[in-house]
């Protein structure tokens, strides 16, 4: 217990910021040793029906854990609901903070957090917010309590890197605290490789039946599928469907899901005059969707990797989609033709093709199947298996491995990414030009007299 409190009293001085961060998670990380794994804690701001594909993870994690023996405990932030999805786990509230960023609200989150993962004698915590500023919080609430902590990447981390509120350096330090991270492909794990992180490449679990080749002539019904959101490029979808109308005047789009740029996407398709684009909103029934559909679109600028593109695979169908180098099932061997990336004529010329060559559709329908029998071929539990007995023998730094071909498409999109921040920068900058060009008032000349010789010796001036 004198450990434990002085590990948490160390994390408030960093929280107050009178300590390095890094000196909280050296403490957390000296700890003594961990217990073997009997309880497992799956740690998410909450377990809403409602698609997240984070949330079908933690309910079949919860579920493959409780068959392998072990207790399961779900912490949420959010109180249960009517509205979640049904666990037969163990369910525990983690009081909400005000702020994240707060000293108070992280040294509350810490005492909260341990306390619950003490009172539960949970051995193993896998914290589902990967993206959280209160990761590292999280971890040294964890560790002080002698817990393994895990962190699992449901995104891909390198594309924080063009995330204005994300400050990149400061997450790869955050993950300091963590045993391991879970990484969806292996490109996300060699990334973590690189900087010296243990990490397990994991799939996300089948969630349907593989189904039957399409052989029929397809109809030209488009399925676009997801959150209405920047990230997800819904008006590119809308502008490629836009030039294959020109071409198809029968093919159709239909638009599943909400986001804040439903109000903008039904506007575009207004103005365009797009007859035959139907927004649907968010659709619990997927096997409708996937049902009446010929060809999944999908525009998304950074994908972990994408529910829906394998549930489209395993009914069959053919996609077209934006190119994603760390996604290695974007190829026509897997059913799927990809496009680079804002090249809407690109995808649209693929879809056209699809939709329109017989020979072709058959072909990617056959490969899709292909494609997601393999995938779940993948032996889930035993891998899950595999890790936790890392995890109890502390063999969780041999899952590094040396860099190799893998870093390519992480190389690849990372520079992607920086080349997406530097042209907002760019924007940004043209933006303020005018501005400046305005800036001849005396207040004006004063600053500029006065950092005058600053920018000289920054070579800025």
Same mark, same amino acid.
């Given at each position: 217990?004198?450990?434990?409190?002085?590990?948490?009293?160390?994390?408030?001085?960093?929280?107050?910021?009178?300590?390095?961060?890094?000196?909280?998670?050296?403490?957390?990380?000296?700890?003594?040793?961990?217990?073997?794994?009997?309880?497992?804690?799956?740690?998410?701001?909450?377990?809403?029906?409602?698609?997240?594909?984070?949330?079908?993870?933690?309910?079949?994690? /919860?579920?493959?854990?409780?068959?392998?023996?072990?207790?399961?405990?779900?912490?949420?932030?959010?109180?249960?609901?009517?509205?979640?999805?049904?666990?037969?786990?163990?369910?525990?509230?983690?009081?909400?903070?005000?702020?994240?960023?707060?000293?108070?609200?992280?040294?509350?989150?810490?005492?909260?957090?341990?306390?619950?993962?003490?009172?539960?004698?949970?051995?193993?915590?896998?914290?589902?917010?990967?993206? /959280?500023?209160? =990761?590292?919080?999280?971890?040294?609430?964890?560790?002080?309590?002698?817990?393994?902590?895990? =962190?699992?990447?449901?995104?891909?981390?390198?594309?924080?890197?063009?995330?204005?509120?994300?400050?990149?350096?400061?997450?790869?330090?955050?993950?300091?605290?963590?045993?391991?991270?879970?990484?969806?492909?292996?490109?996300?794990?060699?990334?973590?490789?690189?900087?010296?992180?243990?990490?397990?490449?994991?799939?996300?679990?089948?969630?349907?039946?593989?189904?039957?080749?399409?052989?029929?002539?397809?109809?030209?019904?488009?399925?676009?599928?997801?959150?209405?959101?920047?990230?997800?490029?819904?008006?590119?979808?809308?502008?490629?469907?836009?030039?294959?109308?020109?071409?198809?005047?029968?093919?159709?789009?239909?638009?599943?899901?909400?986001?804040?740029?439903?109000?903008?996407?039904?506007?575009?398709?207004?103005?365009?005059?797009?007859?035959?684009?139907?927004?649907?909103?968010?659709?619990?029934?997927?096997?409708?969707?996937?049902?009446?559909?010929?060809?999944?679109?999908?525009?998304?600028?950074?994908?972990?990797?994408?529910?829906?593109?394998?549930?489209?695979?395993?009914?069959?169908?053919?996609?077209?989609?934006?190119?994603?180098?760390?996604?290695?099932?974007?190829?026509?061997?897997?059913?799927?033709?990809?496009?680079?990336?804002?090249?809407?004529?690109?995808?649209?010329?693929?879809?056209?093709? =699809?939709?329109?060559?017989?020979?072709?559709?058959?072909?990617?329908?056959?490969?899709?199947?292909?494609?997601?029998?393999?995938?779940? /071929?993948?032996?889930?539990?035993?891998?899950?298996?595999?890790?936790?007995?890392?995890?109890?023998?502390?063999?969780?730094?041999?899952?590094?491995?040396?860099?190799?071909?893998?870093?390519?498409?992480?190389?690849?999109?990372?520079?992607?990414?920086?080349? =997406?921040?530097?042209?907002?920068?760019?924007?940004?900058?043209?933006?303020?030009?005018?501005?400046?060009?305005?800036?001849? /008032?005396?207040?004006?000349?004063?600053?500029?007299?006065?950092?005058?010789?600053?920018?000289?010796?920054?070579?800025?001036?």
């Amino acid at each position: 217990m004198f450990e434990h409190n002085s590990c948490l009293k160390i994390a408030s001085q960093a929280a107050e910021g009178e300590l390095p961060l890094s000196s909280a998670i050296k403490a957390a990380r000296q700890m003594p040793p961990h217990r073997e794994i009997k309880t497992v804690g799956l740690y998410f701001w909450g377990i809403p029906d409602d698609g997240n594909g984070a949330v079908y993870v933690i309910k079949t994690l /919860s579920e493959l854990l409780s068959k392998m023996g072990l207790r399961v405990c779900v912490l949420t932030e959010d109180e249960p609901s009517e509205q979640d999805v049904s666990l037969s786990a163990e369910r525990f509230v983690v009081p909400k903070i005000a702020d994240e960023f707060s000293a108070e609200g992280r040294k509350k989150r810490m005492r909260d957090l341990a306390a619950i993962l003490q009172a539960q004698s949970i051995d193993l915590l896998i914290d589902n917010q990967f993206y /959280s500023p209160l =990761v590292p919080w999280n971890g040294i609430a964890a560790k002080s309590c002698g817990c393994r902590y895990v =962190v699992y990447d449901h995104g891909y981390l390198v594309s924080w890197m063009c995330k204005p509120e994300a400050v990149f350096a400061d997450r790869l330090q955050w993950l300091r605290v963590c045993d391991a991270v879970v990484s969806l492909t292996e490109a996300g794990k060699r990334f973590y490789d690189c900087i010296g992180i243990p990490a397990i490449v994991m799939p996300n679990p089948p969630t349907c039946a593989c189904g039957e080749k399409r052989g029929q002539q397809p109809k030209k019904r488009v399925l676009w599928l997801g959150r209405l959101d920047p990230e997800k490029k819904p008006l590119d979808a809308l502008c490629a469907f836009a030039m294959l109308h020109d071409r198809c005047a029968d093919a159709e789009l239909f638009v599943a899901g909400d986001g804040d740029l439903m109000a903008q996407a039904q506007e575009y398709a207004a103005k365009e005059r797009l007859q035959n684009v139907r927004f649907l909103g968010f659709q619990a029934d997927k096997e409708s969707l996937f049902a009446q559909a010929d060809v999944l679109l999908m525009t998304s600028e950074s994908e972990s990797w994408s529910l829906s593109l394998h549930e489209a695979l395993a009914h069959g169908i053919p996609a077209v989609c934006y190119d994603l180098p760390n996604l290695d099932i974007l190829h026509e061997d897997c059913g799927v033709m990809a496009a680079a990336q804002d090249d809407a004529q690109a995808l649209s010329d693929a879809l056209f093709a =699809v939709l329109t060559d017989e020979a072709l559709y058959g072909k990617l329908s056959e490969n899709a199947i292909k494609a997601y029998k393999n995938y779940c /071929s993948f032996d889930f539990s035993g891998a899950w298996k595999d890790f936790l007995q890392r995890m109890n023998e502390d063999m969780a730094f041999d899952l590094l491995l040396p860099v190799d071909d893998a870093t390519r498409a992480l190389v690849q999109t990372m520079a992607r990414y920086h080349s =997406v921040g530097m042209q907002t920068v760019c924007a940004e900058n043209e933006r303020l030009k005018p501005l400046a060009a305005r800036g001849k /008032s005396a207040a004006y000349k004063l600053g500029a007299a006065m950092t005058w010789l600053p920018r000289k010796l920054l070579k800025r001036g």
